[in-house]
């Protein structure tokens, strides 16, 4: 009778646990995004609290945390997950970033974070003063990538690391093609409009925080050496200081009007083609532009330019 009694008592606790499980709770399973493994061998991190699985290591997609959000009921958990993801995303972004610039020699783990520390105070700033709506929609409708472009530009300066933006851009669409995640090139044209246009309230963020890239007019010769050392693998010092002279003598012979950021990528893609081989592409100009100003260099009648072009 006792025994029984027990299978009773166990059949009853079986149909409690049927009824208490959420409704659909079976009707979809969540894999791993790269290895495949089933969803019992993910695992939250304490510090970080980022889901992976244990198998291969993989961070978890967004396709995860919209599993969840039909799960949990709770928006402020949700928005946390989800700020997570983005943020890890963007630290895995910033890294690929400069695997491409160092020929995967070593990452920027710090500058990852950095970024995405930046990239959290826009959205806010964005939310408050520009579309002034929660946080949540702060970039409903803006490209990711782009925004990051933005803030790599502000901070490579900041840091005297100058890069102009074309190569930043170029750069990144390099680094967008080898991650895994399917998304659309950057756009030069958009990320000057993001960095610059006052609708995106980026400017005003930048200079706020006293950014040089807002603060200070800029020579084209603060946006040489880091290209230099890094995509054009140039470390001769001499040939550094060269360079620089050339950005900021040519940019004397053009309008007031002119972006520094193209002079000092002009002379760039003219040196490196000088000394070794290099696809215009890479330099994120047109050709056209960039053939212009390689024949405006080698047309000046400025004594400075002569003197450097005879020595190159």
Known sequence: MVKNLNQNFDVFR??????????????????????????????????????????????????????????????????????????????????????????????????????????????????????????????????????????????????????SLSIIVSVMNVALSKSRTETTLVNLQTAYLYRTHKKYGFSAFFKLRQMKCFNNPLNPSELISFTCNTILRIQDKNIHKMTKTLGNELFKEYPDTTSPAVIATGVLFYVGNKLGSFDYKMFGLKKKELNDMKNKLENSQNPTIIEILAVL
Do not use: W
């Open 14 to 163: 079986q149909i409690k646990r049927n009824q208490a499980r959420p409704r659909g709770a079976n009707k979809k399973s969540v894999k791993c995004k790269v290895c495949g493994a089933n969803e019992s061998r993910f695992t939250n991190l304490v510090n970080s609290g980022d889901t992976i699985c244990t198998k291969c290591g993989a961070v978890q997609s967004e396709r995860r945390q919209e599993y969840q959000n039909n799960r949990l009921e709770n928006g402020e958990v949700l928005y946390a997950r989800v700020f997570v993801e983005e943020d890890q995303k963007i630290k895995l972004l910033v890294n690929t970033f400069f695997n491409v610039l160092f020929g995967d020699l070593r990452t920027e783990a710090a500058a990852g974070r950095y970024v995405a520390h930046i990239y959290k105070e826009m959205k806010k700033y964005r939310a408050q003063y520009v579309k002034k709506t929660n946080i949540q929609s702060a970039f409903k409708g803006l490209h990711m990538p782009t925004i990051v472009c933005c803030i790599l530009y502000c901070t490579l300066l900041k840091e005297n690391r100058g890069m």
